[in-house]
């Protein structure tokens, strides 16, 4: 049985995260070895794992999806703080409220609270 599935992003600078994941996301220091971060929170939630051929409305399929509490204030914190927004904040036909945006490593993210 899957325990848990963990996301691994290559960088030359472990740095990048902080603001993006840690300040604006507020995800904790799990574990840092200096060559790898961590980065995480006590969370429980299913080990999920989705495969799609368009990232739904006809956008690019996004590299993460994180689902937050809060979509709108994290969206302005993205957009303040000068992340690219690739799709704005829009309400979804499925229940969910999102927005895409790129990390400092250049991966496409879908942003997502539901409705």
Do not use: C
Not at 60 to 69: M, N, W
């Amino acid at each position: 049985m899957v325990k848990r599935i963990v996301a691994n992003i290559k960088t030359d600078d472990l740095s990048k995260a902080n603001q993006f994941y840690q300040d604006i996301l507020e995800l904790d220091v799990l574990m840092d070895h200096g060559w790898i971060k961590t980065l995480g929170n006590d969370e429980e939630a299913k080990v999920q794992i989705s495969f799609a051929e368009q990232g739904g409305n006809g956008t690019e399929v996004p590299d993460l999806s994180i689902e937050v509490d809060n979509v709108d204030e994290i969206y302005d914190k993205m957009k303040n703080a000068g992340f690219e927004i690739t799709y704005e904040l829009t309400n979804e036909e499925w229940g969910v409220r999102r927005f895409f945006v790129k990390d400092p490593f250049q991966k496409l993210i879908n942003i997502l609270s539901h409705q």
